[in-house]
């Protein structure tokens, strides 16, 4: 029989190409939106594996409506959709598409730091607003990032990329705090691994390229802002809910820290309204760091192997549950 695989979103074609090649049946969503819960569950109970991303949510409740699923691959690096002590439990490996998007996120990171340092979006808006006026020589002032501090809060294959350029960039100092050390890229930028609490002190520009995990959650709150430079940049283009966004637009108001550059924010999407979007050194995007044709192309590519891996092989060569398949 034919495995049926749901399809979530419109992905590129490079990995949707590749499932047309093996002899599945699949079913693609080609709406813009998502689907609502309601649907999915319908949709998936009617299918052996589902293809998705983080706007589906993957929880205990999807998954004891559809627990017959074989295997679940996730188009993106992060999994804080999916319950994978649930999806675990129910024996369905979970696949994911780490690295791919690296690169991309990391531009981003490196993007937004120079941004917020010389207030670009909110300069760009001045433009816009007939605020143009003359040339002022004291007027909208930022500072260089040359041999400045980079704190990097999770030197996983994303941090380390952010602090390549950094320091090659602006020959920047790299600190960094982990849940475990990591030596190879301690040795490959000269970093200094500290505590939480130093690199809080210590960081001229902290970039969040964790995972979003229970202990990660909102650990960038009042206390932690408190703790940093007034004159330090917050990044974060892992995941909104591990900065409280509150605390994070009263430390810049209340001039606790200089300003942020946000790729994800808490929650998602943001309101229009925010008091970020007005802030001279505030930059926000909206979730698209691995928003290149590369990034995404080769997320499609690993999401769709996840799949046609295990059913070939009964092997997801890029696995977030490994214990499912031992045993
Ligand atoms: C990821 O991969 O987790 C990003 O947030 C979306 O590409």
Redesign the pocket.
């Known amino acids: 029989m034919k495995k049926k695989i749901l399809v979530s979103r419109l992905y590129p074609k490079e990995g949707i190409r590749l499932l047309e090649k093996e002899n599945f049946h699949l079913t693609l969503w080609e709406e813009k939106r998502p689907m609502t819960q309601v649907e999915l569950i319908e949709k998936a109970k009617s299918h052996h594996a589902l293809l998705c991303t983080?706007t589906e949510k993957i929880d205990s409740h999807f998954l004891t409506q559809c627990s017959h699923l074989e295997i679940i691959s996730q188009f993106?690096?992060?999994y804080d959709n999916i319950d994978i002590d649930a999806a675990t439990g129910f024996g369905i490996p979970v696949g994911f598409?780490p690295d791919a998007?690296s690169e991309a996120?990391a531009d981003i990171a490196f993007g937004l730091m120079i941004a917020v340092a010389r207030k670009m979006f909110f300069l760009h808006k001045t433009i816009i607003n007939g605020r143009w006026g003359y040339f002022n020589p004291t007027g909208n002032l930022g500072f260089e990032l040359k041999d400045k501090t980079l704190g990097i809060f999770g030197l996983g294959r994303i941090g380390v990329k952010m602090a390549k350029r950094c320091k090659n960039a602006y020959d920047m100092d790299i600190i960094y705090h982990n849940r475990t050390r990591n030596k190879e890229a301690e040795k490959l930028l000269d970093a200094t691994y500290l505590g939480f609490d130093d690199l809080l002190l210590k960081s001229d520009v902290l970039s969040v390229h964790c995972a979003l995990t229970p202990e990660t959650k909102e650990i960038f709150n009042r206390s932690a802002f408190k703790k940093m430079k007034p004159s330090a940049i917050f990044i974060n283009t892992a995941?909104g809910p591990i900065h409280n966004e509150k605390d994070l637009s009263s430390a810049i108001s209340s001039g606790e820290i200089w300003g942020t550059g946000l790729d994800?924010t808490n929650p998602e999407p943001m309101q229009p309204d925010n008091a970020l979007l007005f802030m001279e050194n505030a930059c926000v995007l909206p979730?698209v760091?691995?928003g290149t044709q590369e990034a995404r192309n080769q997320?499609s590519v690993l999401a769709a192997m996840n799949i046609i891996e295990f059913y070939r092989n009964k092997q997801v060569p890029h696995i977030v549950n490994p214990e499912v398949l031992a045993h």
Do not use: E, K, Y
Request: proline share 0%; hydrophobic share 45%; net charge positive.
């Open positions: 983080l993106a690096v992060g598409t998007m996120t995941r994800v979730h760091g691995s997320m």
